[in-house]
């Protein structure tokens, strides 16, 4: 089997994860991870403006309390490396998207089972709060404030009794709160095991977001390993270099499925705490304003990151789709795509557990038979000219739309969220490669 290493030329209606090298993949699951990470910059924001300070504090330790216990575990079992200690939780560090690699550059050292320390030279995610000319109330809402329950919380799917202390954080200033003026390294963390302190205890939120269909899904595992090298799973020693080039092309097809699962997860939790706090109108506003950001944010990543999807005719629209993260995986939102003609494409979406989700006003429970915005959003960030129109006849599938390009129609303007996004420093970052294929450290 021939796997390849970008996907230029035409889209291939048979292609699928597993048909693309290690090398590929791995390229693509720092986007995944990336992407996944970016939710936060549609939607909190989003909170902040309508809600304030509170608001955004609240909806940012919530969405995270709720989904990354479970995901967490989910992890540890996929890459088998269950387990109760510091280097269980530094493992799921390195590969969710709380904390995207290289973005957020968190280094490690860890000296024993029960004590760790984790520290981060660069820190996107304080990156665009400097940038954007925040003197420190802001930092220290992230940085504190959401930070201590929702790191304990990360900490807590591995132990009860495992914590996360701060040697020193943000704001990068001289206030009582601060850790010093252009402090390098940005943070300082210790993890560890401390019987001095209680059980966790987990938010109500996270029992709903356990019975989830999203919570319980089989990712699709591949069947024969179709490439040599790399890792198959975490269920070695700690590796405090590791990246997502170190795991075989088996391994990543899994985790691709995997981190999408995360931030699917994460969605819903956001959407949940909405609805919790403000009530169902509120909450479905946010979560469609959410999916169409979000939706868009992935394009322009994909776009112009990996190799063959940049362009703006109909063949482009639809590899982005395949490639999407936010339908992944395939066991839970279920889509086909045809290329009807050179201007036009039907994406179908089959009765799936995305469609049926225990999530109300979820990503995919707002779909109907017209076209929702975000789907609108993903097209017309590869277009301006494209747009979605419910489809006459949608055959055996749920729904289905077919996507066009006009050349007379008015440009679509970028939805709210991306653009809230935009301003992230995120969306215009550039991985390296730190690793070389036989896993040594690739340095200069």
Not at 14 to 30: I, P, V, Y
Request: hydrophobic residues 40%; charged residues 20%.
């Amino acid at each position: 089997m021939a796997l390849r290493d970008d996907y230029l030329g035409d889209f291939d209606p048979t292609l699928d994860l597993t048909g693309f090298s290690r090398a590929f993949l791995s390229r693509l699951m720092h986007e995944y991870n990336l992407i996944g990470h970016l939710l936060d910059r549609s939607g909190q924001p989003l909170v902040a403006l309508e809600y304030g300070e509170e608001g955004f504090v609240r909806s940012g330790i919530e969405e995270w309390q709720c989904a990354s216990p479970i995901y967490s575990r989910r992890m540890q079992k996929l890459m088998k490396f269950e387990g109760s200690d510091v280097g269980t939780v530094f493992k799921n560090i390195q590969l969710e998207v709380g904390a995207p690699q290289q973005f957020l550059d968190f280094q490690f050292r860890l000296d024993s089972p029960g004590y760790g320390e984790f520290w981060l030279p660069h820190c996107g995610a304080l990156t665009d709060l400097e940038r954007n000319g925040d003197e420190g109330k802001l930092t220290k809402l992230m940085c504190h404030d959401i930070e201590d329950p929702t790191f304990d919380a990360t900490a807590a799917a591995t132990h009860p009794k495992m914590i996360m202390r701060p040697v020193h954080r943000p704001p990068r200033n001289d206030s009582p709160v601060g850790n010093g003026k252009d402090r390098y390294p940005v943070c300082r963390w210790m993890v560890m095991l401390s019987d001095e302190v209680q059980d966790y205890d987990n938010h109500p939120n996270l029992a709903v977001m356990a019975q989830t269909h999203i919570a319980n899904i089989d990712i699709a595992v591949p069947g024969d390993k179709v490439e040599e090298g790399g890792w198959d799973n975490y269920a070695g020693a700690f590796d405090p270099h590791c990246q997502f080039e170190d795991f075989s092309q088996w391994a990543l097809v899994q985790l691709l499925q995997e981190n999408a699962v995360q931030a699917t997860m994460l969605a819903h939790s956001y959407t949940l705490s909405q609805t919790t706090n403000y009530g169902e109108e509120v909450s479905r506003r946010f979560t469609s304003q959410l999916f169409e950001g979000h939706a868009a944010v992935g394009v322009q990543r994909l776009q112009e990151n990996i190799e063959g999807l940049a362009g703006n005719d109909i063949g482009t629209i639809a590899k982005v789709i395949q490639l999407h993260p936010i339908f992944q995986p395939r066991t839970y939102i279920d889509i086909a795509i045809e290329q009807l003609s050179d201007d036009r494409l039907r994406l179908s979406v089959n009765d799936c557990p995305a469609l049926n989700e225990t999530i109300a006003h979820g990503w995919f429970t707002q779909l109907g038979p017209e076209p929702h915005p975000a789907l609108d959003a993903l097209v017309a960030q590869v277009n301006p000219r494209a747009y979605c129109v419910a489809a006459d006849d949608p055959g055996s599938a749920r729904f289905a739309w077919d996507i066009a390009i006009d050349p007379g129609r008015a440009p679509a303007e970028a939805p709210i969220a991306l653009q809230l996004a935009r301003t992230s420093s995120g969306m215009d970052f550039k991985f390296e490669q730190r690793r070389l294929p036989v896993g040594l450290i690739a340095r200069g």
